[in-house]
């Protein structure tokens, strides 16, 4: 097996090499049709070229102004650091670390660190602290959440549109495209980076003893393929460091501990108010639904509808397809376990979605800033409700999808060639 490298797929454990394929193709997964690898039709040089290209973008996004709104003669300027600094002034500090941490630090940890290993790829010189890079790009690429803000800028501009004279700044045309440049970068993932410099002959490939009865399993971090002298066993990952288990350790006390605690937070986040809106002529308080139904008064029905999928029908779906994915484990035969498979792709895809009301919160007090005139303070339900969204996926971290497949590992065989489409 020494020809191509040996990975294992994500979701079933199924081992298959990676064999090169024609540029632009998928590899999926013969099981269980998770998608195993790309091949890039981008060369080495069109990857960094993009990453620089979002760099500028980002910079532009935040230090440009999303927008200038004026009543009467005042005006204000919306950016999003201006709109962080002022969340943290108003004493929600909380509110104001979590938002700053996925819209602007996670992003920006992303690029920079993906720049830094695409060059060093490029150098064919790794520098020793890789790993921990690499180890550092996988967590925060999972919290970076700039198309979800650019979806909060939009619901905010509707909200304002017949309240005062709105002027789009040069920032939100960044921050649009920034959306479609990291959504495009998303696919370079720390994994990616791992097999670019494994197809350069920089790192460590795997090696298998096929005559040891020693558990094989994959590093979560970096892919590399290993053994462990036992099931219960955890070390350190021989390539990258990560700790390296079996399987997921404790899946289901994590899994339904996390999900407690999100079902406790997921009461406050829809009762309580997520803003209170203060203006010389009224002070009103909104709720996650009110402003739903808000947005459907002001004829946005399609936004309306957005919002009430973003913020009650995803965390919702999140909530109840974990505890199905955790309960019928009896179930049983290859089909049942692939639509399980499907239905964690889901869980994972929608995971960050509905952080969407926690940042228009955000944004509308920067907006809506007019001393003495109006005035949006966040409230207690905004600091809930992304809580509820950082246990639900965290929980679907915790969860563990190659614990369906094991049950059936003894009918199927092995290891398999990687089919392409
Ligand atoms: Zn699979
Ligand atoms: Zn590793």
């Known amino acids: 097996m020494a020809d191509h490298p040996l990975i294992a797929c994500q979701h079933c454990a199924t081992l298959h090499e990676r064999v090169p394929l024609a540029p632009g193709s998928l590899a999926t997964c013969v099981r269980c049709g998770y998608a195993l690898y790309r091949v890039s039709a981008v060369s080495l040089n069109g990857w960094i070229a993009l990453v620089v290209g979002a760099i500028l973008v980002f910079a532009i996004a935040n230090y440009f102004p999303i927008v200038t709104l004026s009543i009467g003669g005042l005006q204000t300027r919306a950016s999003l650091p201006g709109a962080l600094y002022l969340t943290w002034q108003q004493g929600d500090q909380m509110l104001a670390v979590m938002t700053g941490l996925f819209s602007f630090w996670f992003p920006l940890t992303q690029l920079l660190f993906v720049l830094w290993a695409l060059l060093a790829i490029r150098a064919r010189r790794l520098p020793d602290d890789f790993s921990y890079g690499m180890r550092?790009?996988?967590?925060?690429?999972?919290?970076?959440?700039?198309?979800?803000?650019?979806?909060?800028?939009?619901?905010?501009?509707?909200?304002?549109?017949?309240?005062?004279?709105?002027?789009?700044?040069?920032?939100?045309?960044?921050?649009?495209?920034?959306?479609?440049?990291?959504?495009?970068?998303?696919?370079?993932?720390?994994?990616?980076?791992?097999?670019?410099?494994?197809?350069?002959?920089?790192?460590?490939?795997?090696?298998?003893?096929?005559?040891?009865?020693?558990?094989?399993?994959?590093?979560?971090?970096?892919?590399?393929?290993?053994?462990?002298?036992?099931?219960?066993?955890?070390?350190?990952?021989?390539?990258?460091?990560?700790?390296?288990?079996?399987?997921?350790?404790?899946?289901?006390?994590?899994?339904?501990?996390?999900?407690?605690?999100?079902?406790?937070?997921?009461?406050?986040?829809?009762?309580?108010?997520?803003?209170?809106?203060?203006?010389?002529?009224?002070?009103?308080?909104?709720?996650?639904?009110?402003?739903?139904?808000?947005?459907?008064?002001?004829?946005?029905?399609?936004?309306?509808?957005?919002?009430?999928?973003?913020?009650?029908?995803?965390?919702?779906?999140?909530?109840?397809?974990?505890?199905?994915?955790?309960?019928?484990?009896?179930?049983?035969?290859?089909?049942?376990?692939r639509q399980r498979t499907r239905m964690y792709e889901l869980v994972e895809f929608i995971g960050q979605w509905s952080m969407l009301d926690v940042f228009v919160v955000i944004l509308m007090g920067a907006m809506l800033d007019f001393p003495g005139i109006s005035r949006v303070i966040p409230g207690p339900a905004a600091v809930s409700f992304g809580v509820v969204v950082i246990l639900t996926m965290l929980a679907a971290m915790s969860y563990d999808p190659r614990s369906g497949w094991d049950k059936q590992r003894e009918e199927d065989d092995g290891s398999g060639q990687a089919s392409t489409s």
């Not at 029908?313 to 397809?321: D, F, G, I, S």
């Not at 019928?328 to 376990?337: D, E, H, K, L, Y």
């Open 136 to 337: 550092l790009l996988g967590h925060a690429m999972h919290w970076s959440m700039v198309p979800v803000l650019m979806l909060g800028i939009l619901v905010s501009l509707v909200k304002f549109a017949g309240m005062a004279k709105v002027q789009l700044g040069p920032g939100i045309w960044a921050f649009v495209v920034l959306a479609f440049l990291l959504t495009g970068l998303s696919r370079m993932t720390a994994r990616r980076l791992w097999g670019l410099a494994e197809d350069e002959g920089l790192v460590q490939r795997a090696s298998i003893d096929t005559n040891q009865s020693a558990p094989v399993t994959s590093c979560l971090a970096c892919g590399l393929v290993q053994q462990l002298p036992d099931h219960e066993h955890s070390m350190p990952c021989q390539r990258c460091g990560e700790r390296l288990h079996y399987r997921k350790p404790d899946q289901t006390s994590r899994v339904w501990a996390l999900l407690l605690a999100a079902w406790i937070a997921y009461i406050p986040a829809n009762v309580l108010p997520v803003m209170q809106i203060r203006t010389a002529a009224s002070d009103s308080k909104h709720t996650i639904l009110g402003g739903v139904i808000e947005l459907w008064g002001y004829g946005s029905w399609d936004l309306a509808l957005i919002v009430f999928i973003a913020s009650i029908v995803v965390p919702m779906t999140k909530l109840l397809a974990l505890m199905v994915l955790m309960s019928r484990r009896s179930w049983r035969g290859p089909v049942i376990q």
